[in-house]
């Protein structure tokens, strides 16, 4: 959901199974192995002036209200540098910010440390035709602080101008650049930027491709920074319908997610020593917090897994994408983190970009009139996934992300016959055989225990296969001689699935969702 919200890699890597156990820790944990990766394109309103914004100097700390941890370090307030960054390290309000540089990083010798870097280069706005404003936005615990470089001017280059955000997620602990339109101005100090972070040593750093020190310029393109994220720690999110911070967790869900093959192998305890020695376990699966993010612990098979339980509530839209909160419980199972349609490592509640094509979700989530005049939510292809959580939105085999052909991470802008349709709304002809397609269909679409593949031609199936999104095959049948094949699906992870049919020769690829 944005202008690059996944790379392809991003999309693929990650399966839900693992997913389901792992989230979002706020214990600063020091790691350093940040990752980069397109998001969809999307600018924020920010309405506070940032203050203390003269030529080459830090602002005034800006509280976030939250804390925040990069490196390993939480903070809870920022300064921003009129040169294009977000400076971590306090001391440096008011102060003097460089400009020049020449070093790719990371580097320990290079000027600007401890940072985000959105668009690091010498800006002037002296001529006051440019703008630096924050806000902070959403609903705690998941808020942002926007910080918005509008209009800005180069040094020694006035009529050229740089305009891009950054953004800083609570309890995510993540960083998005979008960058709006920066020009470049090639005859002071050589025309360097860069976009990226680095740690206060200079040694860490990570930038996006072809944004590292250099001459560039980029129009419409957003970048995500973030850390893997601890597989010791599960959480359960769950809405609270009166607002009053109390819910019944069923702790069943947990197990299930925990231990799918067998579920009464998870116990669970008040702390960790009980779950160490396997005392005091709970004798109810029924479990009330006494607090929000209440933490207990989970033994599962002899492993210890951190499991946060977290109330949050439901009337709030957290990832500001138009789906209601309640509803991004996918899978129903009254747990909102566990819903992860793009296995990104972002519950969908959270996540405004669910299924990881880079159209945001609140462009895919939209009524359309259906044949019969009634409205029903956007599903292109009609093959029953919506599609804001649908990765190939014209039903063609070629996921949407991959029909960007300008590959600018941006596949809404992408129309290669200019008949006004984008591509990953259009079917490609040459996809597939349309009339063998016709011949197969499968059903219930979603389903929760077992997944029927009819075949309505005369040719028998020589092979069917259902790959979940890291493309790993989770079941596979050589030969299917009948009509109707009933699959079990009943332990596979919720989830967006593809299945793989052969028939005649011919591929053809369907998606479903396991409940």
Known sequence: ???NYLSIQAVLKGAFSLLCLTFFSNNAQGQSDYSVTPIPYQIYTATSAVQGTMDDTFS???????????????YSSVN???????????????????????????NANFPAKNSLLGCFHDLNNSNAEGTITYSIIGTAPYRRL???????????????????????YETLNIMDVQII?????????SGNSVTGIIDQTGLQAVTP???????????????RFQRPISTNTYLFAKCDDDTDGLVSFNLQVVQNDLSAADPLLVSFYSNEQDAISQTNAFVSLNYTNTANNETIYANVNGEIKTVVLRVVDCAADYDL?????????????????????????IPNFIDNDDDGDLILTAVEYVFQRSANAALAYLDTDNDGILNYLDNDDDGDGILTIMEDANQNNNPADDDVNGNNVPDYLEFTALAIDQFIKSQVTIFPNPASSVLNIENKSTEAISSIAIYNLNGAVVK??????????????????????FVKVELKGQVVNFKFVKK
């Not at 926007?146 to 800083?168: I, P, R």
């Not at 491709?209 to 970048?223: D, I, L």
């Not at 789906?323 to 990104?344: G, Y």
């Open 321 to 345: 994408d138009s789906v209601a909160t309640a509803d991004e419980d996918l899978n129903a199972d009254t747990n909102l983190a566990n819903d992860d349609t793009d296995a990104d490592g």
């Open 146 to 168: 926007v910080v918005l470089f509008n209009n800005q001017s180069h040094f020694s280059c006035t009529q050229t101008k740089s305009s891009f955000q950054m953004v800083l």
């Open 1 to 3: 959901m944005k202008n």
């Open 60 to 74: 005034a700390p800006i509280p976030l209200g939250f804390n925040f941890d990069f490196y390993g370090t939480l």
């Open 476 to 497: 596979e049948i050589k030969s299917s001689q009948a009509a109707l094949q009933t699959i079990p699906v009943a332990e596979l992870n919720s989830g967006v699935y």
């Open 80 to 106: 921003v540098s009129t040169n294009g960054y977000i400076s971590f390290t306090p001391q440096t309000q008011g102060s003097f910010s460089p400009w020049t540089f020449n070093q790719a990083i990371p």
């Open 209 to 223: 491709p072809g944004r590292n020190t250099g001459q560039w310029a980029a129009t419409q393109e957003g970048w």
């Open 181 to 189: 339109d920066k020009g470049l101005c090639s005859t002071w100090n």
